[in-house]
């Protein structure tokens, strides 16, 4: 069993920054694929970057490329989301999500993905 337990967020202006951190415990971190999702009020989840174990492969939403990066840190079991030049559209919960993987590659289908965080809302104002 993994546990995923988030920690950032918040309320920022539009423009401005933010880090989301999800730090894992119970399995071998490096045995996880990892990722990030969000969902906006009455919208389907979306996939908004997505992390293979060994952190060689990332994948990112069109709307966020350039903007948000993901990465891993293997000393601390931990998965961040660093967001830059924030828009109003970008206001969802967002989820930390892994999954046990042995490839090279990491998927950006949620259903793929077994163990999900609490969710964290993040609110960009204009």
């Known amino acids: 069993q993994v546990q995923l337990v988030q920690s950032g967020g918040g309320l920022v202006q539009a423009g401005g920054s933010l880090r989301l951190s999800c730090t894992a415990s119970?399995?071998?971190?490096?045995?996880?694929?990892m990722g990030w999702f969000r969902q906006a009020p009455g919208k389907d989840r979306e996939s908004v970057a997505v992390?293979?174990?060994?952190?060689?492969?990332?994948t990112y939403a069109d709307s966020v490329k350039g903007r948000f990066t993901i990465s891993r840190d293997y000393a601390k079991n931990t998965l961040y989301l660093q967001m830059n030049s924030l828009k109003p559209e970008d206001t969802a919960v967002y989820y930390c999500a892994a999954r046990p993987s042995v490839s090279p590659m990491a998927t950006r289908t949620s259903p793929a993905y077994d163990y999900w965080g609490q969710g964290t809302q993040v609110t960009v104002s204009s």
């Open positions: 992390i293979s174990r060994n952190g060689g492969s990332t």
């Open positions: 119970g399995r071998t971190f490096s045995s996880l694929a």
